[in-house]
Each structure stands twice: as structure tokens, then as C-alpha cells.
């Protein structure tokens, strides 16, 4: 299973844009990148996914290097309620098997 | 909305007593998965089902553990005996099929499980 490198943390003032990195380097061409955040004492809820081009939705951006070994989370305006732990995984087609394999993720502070 | 049902949310056991959790996915989803989820640590997948097959369970401690999901729905993780090290947080997802990696996960609350 292709891995991810996250930092283990990051802060960010409330309302101000967060950019959340995630190394792939050895990504294959059937990974999807994934992104799933878990607030405390909660379950990790889905936030993202894309396969090349950028991808936008109601939660969050997500920009994919044009090599993929690369990408980034991008939170437009951080709230409180947006302090979690961001999981960036990759999601394979191939073997279909598709699982999701969590590594430490990104514990993300927000400070008012 | 649809949801992932897991129960119970709590469970206090003693340790080499017989445990079980229950997860009942999001209607038409084939893809199942149970991971655990120690403090302070990433989830870990412990089993992955597509319907009622097993597709990996590589991870899961198999002389203490067992999973099934009989007729492809819902589906039960026991534990027999538990050990301290088995205090975690247990979690249960679904997604429509193993082979859409273009879809998303949906994740239950867990179960929070202390051994003593």
C-alpha cells in the first residue's frame, strides 16, 4: 500500500485559510487521494477525494501536484468547529480491494 | 440521512470475558469495514468484507478475534478473551463496493470498549 507523510500538527487563527500538505511520493496511477478529518470523540467523517485535476466542494479544496506525489487540503476560512485530525490516504482501485488505510494524520488547532 | 449504526457506543468488560460489537451499514453499501482505533493513534483496519466474503483480514488478531457478516448486511466483531491491550475505540464503515475507489467511506460513532 502506497503510503503518505503528513505533519503531525498545525495551528491556524479562526477565519483565516488553512493549506493542510500531504507527501505521496509513491503514488501509483489507480490512487485515489482521500481526505477524512475525525473530530473528538467522533468517527472520521469524509471531507474529499480527487484522482488528477483539483476538486472543490462545500467542505474543502483539495490541489493535486501534476506529478499526484503531492497534494494539498485547503480550508477556506478555519472555524472552531474545524479542529480535528485531517487523514490524507490513498485509496486503491487495483486488486479491488479499495481499503482505506489511516496513518497519524495532521492534528489541526484553530485559535480564535 | 443514512447513516452507520454501531452498538453499543460504551462497553466495560472484564478481561477474558467474551465481547461483541454490532454494525449495521448504510443500506446497498457491499464494501464493510471494522478498524480499531487505540488513543492518540490513527484507525487500523482490522477486516474488510465485500458482502458476506472476507477480503482482508490481515491485521486481525485471529486467535482472539472473529468477524462475520452472514448474509452480506450487518455484521458482529467478537472478541474472546479480551485483553487489557484491547481497550480502544472500535469503528465500523461501509462504502458502495471494494472496487469504487471514487466513493466515499461512511464512518459509525464506535464503540469505546475499556477492558479492567
Known amino acids: 500500500d502506497a503510503k503518505t507523510t503528513q505533519p503531525n500538527s498545525m495551528e491556524s487563527n479562526e477565519e483565516e485559510p488553512v493549506h493542510l500538505p500531504c507527501n505521496h511520493s509513491t503514488i501509483s496511477g489507480t490512487d485515489y487521494i482521500h481526505w477524512y478529518r475525525q473530530l473528538p470523540s467522533q468517527g472520521p467523517e469524509y471531507v474529499i477525494h480527487?484522482?488528477?485535476s483539483n476538486v472543490n466542494n462545500r467542505m474543502a479544496s483539495l490541489a493535486i501536484a501534476e506529478d499526484r506525489k503531492s497534494s494539498t487540503l485547503i480550508l477556506h476560512r478555519a472555524t472552531l468547529r474545524d479542529a480535528a485530525v485531517y487523514y490524507c490516504?490513498?485509496?486503491?482501485?487495483?486488486?479491488?480491494?479499495?481499503?482505506?488505510?489511516f496513518g497519524q494524520g495532521t492534528t489541526l488547532q484553530v485559535k480564535p | 440521512e443514512a447513516e452507520v449504526a454501531q452498538s453499543p457506543r460504551y462497553k466495560i468488560t472484564e478481561k477474558s470475558q467474551a465481547v461483541a460489537f454490532w454494525c449495521d451499514p448504510i443500506?446497498?453499501?457491499?464494501?464493510l469495514y471494522w478498524y480499531r482505533q487505540i488513543l492518540g493513534q490513527g484507525p487500523e483496519l482490522l477486516v474488510q468484507f465485500q458482502d458476506e466474503s472476507v477480503v482482508d483480514d490481515s491485521q486481525l488478531p485471529k486467535d482472539r478475534f472473529s468477524a462475520e457478516r452472514l448474509k452480506g448486511v450487518d455484521s458482529t466483531l467478537k472478541i474472546q478473551p479480551a485483553e487489557l491491550g484491547d481497550s480502544a475505540m472500535y469503528l465500523c464503515?461501509?462504502?458502495?463496493?471494494?472496487?469504487?475507489?471514487?466513493?466515499?467511506?461512511?464512518f459509525g460513532q464506535g464503540t469505546r470498549l475499556t477492558v479492567v
Open positions: 464503515a461501509s462504502s458502495l463496493g471494494s472496487g469504487y475507489a471514487n466513493t466515499e467511506a461512511f
Open positions: 480527487g484522482l488528477t
Open positions: 443500506s446497498g453499501h457491499a464494501t
Open positions: 490516504i490513498l485509496r486503491d482501485v487495483s486488486g479491488n480491494t479499495g481499503k482505506l488505510i
